[in-house]
């Protein structure tokens, strides 16, 4: 659960990302900071929101649950993501949930000053339309990926997306039997041929299996079999 950090001064955040242009000085009483911790279930599907929220520290994973209750994991996101730019633009519930992977601190402003700010500051709206462009990007690509290249691939780009940030390992509950057939599903694979892959990367020393978690032992070799491409 997030926690509103009362008499926290939003400027160091604003001066890091480069978001003066976004945020005028006289702007910044309106400005929130909360801070979440790892496992937290931050938003749900469903859920009407009346803030825009900028990821400051941190990392996420959005997720989505299947009419079969499966939980399927779309993407993962670092600063500087927004959560709440499509349901202020369209005036829509939350599309996906969102799960902190690591500790972390977003920004937020509400939907109504953010409205008024759009109307003195063309840099917000312009900040906008590039986020959202760049989320149909990502989209586009993770389509691409699943049809362009083999379940290696997709699966090193997995484990490169779950693994901490700043840390060449990962230790993580992701990779329990339950979730290894969602995982399955969501690359487009069979259970059966996922643990085959697994199995060979253990073997060629890239990752380590231990009672039902996985340790990224040479993140640059795993790095090289990505290809460059990452669910972010």
């Not at 059966?192 to 231990?210: C, F, Q, W, Y």
Request: proline share 2%; charged share 25%; aromatic share 10%.
């Amino acid at each position: 659960m997030m926690k509103e950090m009362q008499g926290a001064n939003p400027d160091r955040y604003i001066t890091q990302f480069e978001l003066d242009d976004l945020f005028p000085a006289e702007f910044r009483k309106h400005i929130k900071i909360y801070s979440f911790e790892k496992g937290d279930v931050l938003f749900s599907t469903g859920e009407e929101l009346d803030e825009l929220y900028f990821l400051m520290e941190g990392k996420i994973k959005i997720f989505t649950h299947t009419p079969e209750g499966k939980l399927l994991i779309n993407r993962f996101k670092r600063p500087l993501a927004l959560i709440g730019d499509v349901e202020y633009s369209k005036g829509t519930a939350v599309l996906n949930s969102v799960e902190a992977v690591t500790d972390g601190v977003f920004l937020s402003v509400c939907f109504e000053d953010l409205a008024a700010l759009e109307k003195e500051n063309s840099a917000i709206m312009r900040f906008l339309f590039d986020t959202v462009a760049h989320k149909f990007y990502t989209e586009s690509h993770i389509t691409s990926m699943h049809m362009l290249y083999p379940v290696e691939v997709r699966l090193a780009s997995y484990l490169l997306s779950i693994s901490e940030a700043g840390e060449g390992t990962m230790f993580h509950q992701e990779m329990h039997t339950s979730n290894l057939m969602e995982l399955a599903e969501w690359i487009g694979t069979s259970y059966r041929h996922l643990n085959r892959v697994l199995k060979k990367m253990a073997t060629d020393d890239l990752i380590e299996r231990v009672n039902g978690s996985i340790t990224i032992k040479d993140l640059e070799k795993l790095s090289t079999l990505a290809k460059g491409n990452i669910y972010e």
